[in-house]
Every structure is written in structure tokens, then in C-alpha cells.
């Protein structure tokens, strides 16, 4: 598995849904086009969420994972 470089990270773990997508919106903002954004979840709704609102929204998931009940997720920014 190769790594991905995140761009920016968002640190949403503790966060009820629908807080994660929310704060997710916000930091997408801040990256430009073509850009990563690495975001680490507790919620396990989250899972369902992101993936939804990625598809939705025109950005890519490039890979989701879960680690000792962390959700992890690469988002690269839609143009």
C-alpha cells in the first residue's frame, strides 16, 4: 500500500455526526483543487457520511481505513 502525502490534516475524532462533515466542508475550503486532505474520525457513521458526501460534492476518496477505532480518509479536492 503506497502512502498518500495529505496536504492538510483534520483531526475530527470525538466528533459526533454530523460535526465530522461539517468540519470537513470547512477544511476542503481551505486546500486548493487537486489537493489531499487527511481526516481522522471516531463516529462510525462517518464512514457512510464522507463516502456519500464525496461523491456528491465531486471530490475523490482516494482511500478510507479504520485503525483501533479511528477512521481514516484521504480526500482529494474535486476542481
Known sequence: MKMIKADQFLDAKG???????VRTKKA???IEAGEVLEIH?????????????TKSTGHELLE???DNGVFKFFVKKGE
Open 15 to 21: 466528533l459526533a455526526c454530523p460535526m465530522p462533515i
Open 28 to 30: 476542503i475550503n481551505t
Open 41 to 53: 474520525t471516531t463516529d462510525k457513521g462517518s464512514l457512510a457520511d464522507l463516502t456519500a458526501w
Open 64 to 66: 478510507s481505513s479504520e
